[in-house]
């Protein structure tokens, strides 16, 4: 059973960076792990993601030169550093995995979610 865990959140100011990381525990190298939000009122949005194995990555056009993904496979933790933020980005971050080499955005696709971290952009 994998087990995901978010942190890094906290309070941004509008314009700073931030970087979210999520620890694995478990063997993710055949793990596709990907990052989503969800605001209130609003459905669960894919953000970024990266594949197993070769690490090819994908992002969502409203993150797109702001967000970037990594993983350190030795560490089991995949981040996402977030820069030139918004206060639109405020949201709760969930990281989540699913097994497959691909790297989609679909959360439905994804098995595996860790419990989420506040991010909160605001001056």
């Known amino acids: 059973q994998l087990q995901l865990v978010e942190s890094g959140g906290g309070l941004a100011q509008p314009g700073g960076p931030l970087r979210l990381s999520c620890a694995a525990s478990g063997f993710t190298l055949d793990y596709t792990i990907g990052w989503f939000r969800q605001a209130p009122g609003k459905d669960r949005e894919g953000l970024s993601c990266?594949?197993?194995?070769?690490?090819?990555?994908s992002s969502a056009d409203s993150v797109k030169g702001r967000f970037t993904i990594s993983r350190d496979n030795a560490k089991n933790t995949v981040y996402l550093q977030m820069n030139s933020l918004k206060p639109e980005d405020t949201a709760i971050y969930y990281c989540?995995?699913?097994?497959?080499?691909?790297?989609?955005?679909?959360?439905?696709?994804?098995?595996?979610w860790g419990q989420g971290t506040q991010v909160t952009v605001s001056s």
């Open positions: 990266i594949s197993s194995s070769v690490g090819r990555t």
């Open positions: 989540a995995a699913v097994r497959s080499r691909l790297c989609v955005l679909n959360p439905g696709l994804y098995d595996y």
